[in-house]
């Protein structure tokens, strides 16, 4: 397990990080959504005092269930994810079936329409997986946050905004 890779290099986890891996789903967000994040605390009973450990700003460090149970490395966590009853044979079927692509860290995944996703600004396109449990899909969004008649940038301020798709337009 790494903390984040860049340049395909992978970086460990920050040093002195101590804590607690758990298995967490958003509540207003479907099951497929789940993820293994690390809580930083020094001990399972501060488990509720302690914070995320974070891979960005505003963006808890995780590892996604799709990439769990689509990953060869991962499967004694599978394993244990649905012998715990965390994650049931049928998602464990349908994530299998789904039709993803192999590097799903190079993505924005949404659950949801409506799910908030942090956006870098500084980059020319994103791409956005929508993912449900029987359909994904690729969108990429190119040149949206750049001026290209001027071909000049106008946006400043925060770098990596928090963002919504507004489906009531």
């Known amino acids: 397990m790494w903390y984040k890779r860049s340049q395909h290099l992978y970086e ?3 040093s002195g990080s101590r804590g607690v891996f758990y298995y967490h789903t958003e509540p207003s967000l479907p099951p497929i959504s789940g993820a293994l994040r690390f809580r930083l605390c020094n001990t399972i009973r501060e488990f509720e005092m302690g914070t995320d450990l974070q ?3 505003g963006q808890p460090w995780q590892t996604l269930l799709c990439r769990i ?3 060869q490395h991962y499967q004694a966590l599978r394993h244990k994810l649905i ?3 965390l994650v049931s044979d049928s998602l464990y079927t349908d994530i299998r079936l789904l039709d993803l692509p192999s590097r ?3 993505r924005v995944l949404l659950f ?3 799910q908030p996703l ?4 500084g980059r020319r396109y994103f791409d956005v997986q929508l993912v449900t449990r029987n359909y994904c899909a690729l969108s990429r969004f190119a040149n949206v946050f750049r001026d290209t008649f001027n071909a000049c940038e106008p946006y400043e301020g925060i770098p990596h905004p ?3 798709f507004n489906s009531k337009c």
Request: proline share 12%; with cysteine; glycine share 8%.
């Open 118 to 121: 942090i956006l870098d600004l």
């Open 12 to 14: 460990p986890f920050p």
């Open 55 to 57: 891979s960005g700003p």
């Open 69 to 71: 149970i689509r990953t």
């Open 162 to 164: 928090l963002c919504q």
């Open 104 to 106: 799903l860290h190079d």
């Open 83 to 85: 012998e715990e009853g």
């Open 112 to 114: 949801d329409i409506q």
